[in-house]
Structure formats: C-alpha cells, structure tokens
C-alpha cells in the first residue's frame, strides 16, 4: 500500500504561481511513476504531468512550458510547479502514484487538492 498527502493549492491570480506537493509513504519502493492529474467540474480526470522512477518526464499540451514536475526521492514528494496560471487551470488536483510487483500495476490516489486562479 501506498499512501499520498497533496498539499499546496489554493487561490491565484492569473498570471501567477503555486507549486503543489504529493508526499507518499507505505511502500514507496515499489512506485514506478508519480504524476498529477486535474478534475475540472464536470469533465473528466486527466493527466497534467508525469515522471518515471528514471527521472523521464511527459506533459499535457495545455501545462508545456508553464508547469513542471519534480521529485526528491529523500523525502518521497513530488512537486508540480505552476507558472503562468490560467482560468483554465482551475480544477482540483490529484497525486497518482502507479506501483509494480511482478506483473501487476496497482493506481493509488491522493485526496486531491482545489486550485483556483481567478482575480
């Protein structure tokens, strides 16, 4: 089992800045790749950012060359920095993790946390 805390959303201005934090614990060995997902109202999740446990990044279209996503394997976290904030962006924010035993793949989920980017 894989346990994910996010923190780190909350109100922006367009234009700005937040950087969003997913803490796992449990069996972390076992992760393969972290990301972050976003749910707007009404519309489906889907992936924003990704990284492999060797580091290999991928993007959504709509975040490329405004967020990035990194880990500290020390502390187990991975951060999703957001420039250049849109109304657009406004959703609720999910960690994923997708852990590897053998041949099977398991989804952990955080509890997700709200962004709003309004004036």
């Known amino acids: 089992q894989v346990q994910l805390v996010e923190s780190g959303g909350g109100l922006v201005q367009p234009g700005g800045s937040l950087r969003l934090s997913c803490a796992a614990s449990?069996?972390?060995?076992?992760?393969?790749?972290m990301g972050w997902y976003l749910q707007a109202p009404g519309k489906q999740r889907e992936l924003v950012a990704r990284?492999?446990?060797?580091?290999?990044?991928n993007y959504a279209v709509f975040v490329k060359g405004r967020f990035t996503i990194s880990r500290d394997d020390a502390k187990n976290t991975v951060y999703l920095q957001m420039n250049s904030l849109k109304s657009e962006d406004t959703a609720v924010y999910y960690c994923?993790?997708?852990?590897?035993?053998?041949?099977?793949?398991?989804?952990?989920w955080g509890q997700g946390t709200q962004v709003t980017v309004s004036s």
């Open positions: 449990g069996r972390t060995f076992s992760i393969n790749a």
């Open positions: 994923n993790a997708v852990t590897v035993a053998g041949p099977l793949f398991s989804d952990y």
């Open positions: 990284i492999t446990s060797g580091g290999n990044t």
